[in-house]
């Protein structure tokens, strides 16, 4: 099994920054992507970015320009910078991983418990 364990959420001021980790441990033979999403009160929850095992990264339009995603392969970790951030970025925030745990098993999606991102106006 795969465990994320994710840190970093706040309280911050509306233009303020905010840096989350999300740190895969447990039997691991490969991962793929790794991702943020995040779920708003009332509403679906949203895929915000995600970086590739060939280091390919897409994000969600509203926070291009504003939020970078990283990863440390080596450490099985992600990283989400995001800077000038708004009240409407209020949400719990989840990390998400693709990731086979033999060689030969199949791709699982594993996701983290998620942490609370609340920006105040």
């Known amino acids: 099994q795969v465990q994320l364990e994710e840190s970093g959420g706040g309280l911050v001021q509306a233009g303020g920054s905010l840096r989350l980790s999300c740190a895969a441990s447990?039997?691991?033979?490969?991962?793929?992507?790794m991702g943020w999403y995040r779920q708003a009160p009332g509403k679906q929850r949203e895929v915000v970015a995600t970086t590739y095992e060939d280091n390919t990264i897409e994000y969600e339009n509203s926070v291009k320009g504003r939020f970078t995603i990283s990863r440390d392969s080596a450490k099985n970790t992600t990283y989400l910078q995001m800077n000038s951030l708004r009240p409407e970025d209020t949400a719990v925030y989840y990390c998400?991983?693709?990731?086979?745990?033999?060689?030969?098993?199949?791709?699982?999606?594993?996701w983290g418990q998620g942490t609370q991102v609340t920006v105040s106006s």
């Open positions: 447990g039997t691991i033979f490969r991962l793929n992507a």
């Open positions: 998400r991983t693709e990731a086979k745990i033999t060689r030969w098993g199949l791709w699982n999606n594993y």
